[in-house]
């Protein structure tokens, strides 16, 4: 069964830091993996996705992932940190094996920038 | 052009009442997705529609949620006998091809059970 684990509920930085928001998958095959945004009053929109196809995957506002399989992990990062990130991100799965219908979601990571 | 919609944006009903909630998908997208997200939690899958066809409904609760697609194109969900468990945000996302595609999500409906 596809499960997802983000690690920490919350993530505070700086202004400009590094920003690692962590996500470990479970998944018996392949897996499509997902990172979404929900802005403060909004909708989730995605960030990325992995197919397949390149392991480093880059997405919109300068972040990316990279999908390591034998770390089971797809965690998102941007180098540099601006306000307007601060957001729930929120990392999901979908496979095959339910034909890519169900589409498994993490509990979130709250991500505050501090000036 | 619009993305999806969801009506009405927030519902507050007593308990036992029944209550439906409505998507507009994305024209032309021929998946549609319903999911629950609780307060603090990421959205939990409830139902999948592939056109009209509801292939997957694993992830309703219990037979008092019932969701229908019947042409293809705008959904409801539909909950009966409301319980408090069920207070919950509810979101459909849409996507254009089948499969694990980019899904698109709407605003959500806040569902309040008193």
């Known amino acids: 069964a596809q499960s997802v684990t983000q690690l920490g509920s919350h993530v505070s930085v700086s202004e400009g830091a590094l920003v690692l928001l962590r996500c470990n998958y479970s998944s018996s095959v392949p897996p499509y993996l997902f990172w979404y945004v929900q802005y403060p009053n909004q909708g989730l929109q995605l960030l990325l996705k992995?197919?397949?196809?390149?392991?480093l995957v880059k997405g919109i506002n300068g972040f990316e992932a990279e999908f390591k399989k034998s770390e089971t992990s797809f965690h998102l990062t941007k180098p540099s940190a601006h306000m307007r990130d601060a957001a729930e991100y929120f990392c999901a799965v979908s496979d095959l094996n339910t034909g890519g219908f169900k589409t498994i979601f993490g509990a979130g990571t709250r991500l505050f920038v501090k000036a | 052009g619009a993305g999806v919609s969801q009506s009405p944006r927030y519902k507050v009903a007593k308990r036992g009442q029944d209550v439906a909630l409505r998507c507009d998908p994305i024209?032309?997208?021929?998946?549609l997705f319903w999911y629950q997200q609780a307060l603090g939690q990421g959205p939990e899958f409830l139902t999948y529609?592939?056109?009209?066809?509801?292939?997957?409904k694993s992830g309703l609760p219990s037979d008092r949620f019932f969701a229908e697609r019947p042409e293809g194109s705008v959904s409801t969900l539909k909950i009966q006998r409301t319980q408090q468990e069920d207070s919950a945000v509810y979101l459909c996302?849409?996507?254009?091809?089948?499969?694990?595609?980019?899904?698109?999500f709407g605003p959500g409906t806040r569902l309040t059970v008193l």
């Open positions: 996302a849409s996507s254009l091809g089948l499969g694990p595609d980019t899904q698109y």
């Open positions: 529609f592939q056109n009209e066809a509801q292939l997957d």
């Open positions: 024209s032309g997208h021929v998946s």
């Open positions: 992995y197919t397949s196809a390149a392991t």
